[in-house]
């Protein structure tokens, strides 16, 4: 009976060691929220973000079914900082753009409003943080600074 109790206790030591160093280990998903105020489809300089919620969201990979969600709010400079607890291996996140926080730059930009995000240990990543691609909303009507801003760019034919 000792045998197997000692057997047992090894054979779990292992598992619960595993638990609680990702339990201890959360990861953190980082990204930035930006307005377009040039309409160009990218970040520039004239751009400063705070006050966007931003939700993070996996699903299961052949259901699509919700398995986690968390929403977030940028800070002043535009970023948001998300903490899983979980490992979600065998799940697909992404960061999605839920509002804007500027009625004048409220349209989401298409192919920049969510970030796909791998959130897992077993990718050879040592780090904790897991970064998201930038997402955007466009501003309604382009800023005047807007052909000196796209200057510094070389996005204008002068």
Request: aromatic share 6%.
């Amino acid at each position: 009976m000792a045998k197997l109790l000692v057997f047992s206790a090894i054979c779990l030591l292992p598992v619960i060691a595993s638990a609680a160093r990702i339990m201890d280990n959360p990861l953190f998903v980082k990204g930035r929220v930006y307005c377009d105020t040039c309409r160009c489809g990218f970040e520039t300089s004239a751009t400063k973000y705070q006050g966007a919620s931003v939700k993070l969201e996996c699903r299961t990979r052949d259901t699509a079914q919700v398995t986690y969600m968390v929403e977030s709010v940028t800070d002043s400079t535009g970023s948001y900082n998300i903490l899983v607890q979980d490992d979600r291996e065998d799940e697909v996140c992404e960061a999605v753009l839920v509002k804007s926080s500027d009625p004048e730059c409220n349209i989401p930009s298409s192919g920049r409003d969510h970030a796909r995000v791998i959130l897992t240990r077993n990718n050879g990543m040592n780090s904790n943080a897991r970064f998201a691609n930038a997402m955007g909303f466009l501003k309604n009507e382009p800023l005047a600074s807007c052909p000196q801003v796209l200057q510094k760019y070389q996005e204008t034919e002068d």
